[in-house]
């Protein structure tokens, strides 16, 4: 792939040891829909990635309305990094 799993998470991370909060999750999940993106521009009729990358949107959004709901500045936050809508 085209990005490095272990510099999305030093980048995103909230504490030292922070590997699985909802900021990070949602920003790995962010560069591998991107990545995915530009794959369906090459390969469009490929349907079975297409089923992985629809769940991966969905999951996406579900944290993004976890963070929302719990910690709202995290959430505006993240949008900012990622260049999510709003």
Known sequence: MSFEKKDVVEKFKTHATD???????VALLTTRINYLAGHFKKFPKDFASR???????????R????????????????????????
């Open 19 to 25: 590997t699985g909060s909802p900021e990070v999750q």
């Open 51 to 61: 089923i992985g990358f629809l769940k991966m949107i969905g999951q996406r959004r």
């Open 63 to 86: 944290l993004l309305d976890y963070l929302k709901r719990t910690n709202k500045e995290s959430y505006s936050d993240i949008l900012k990094k990622l260049d999510l809508r709003k």
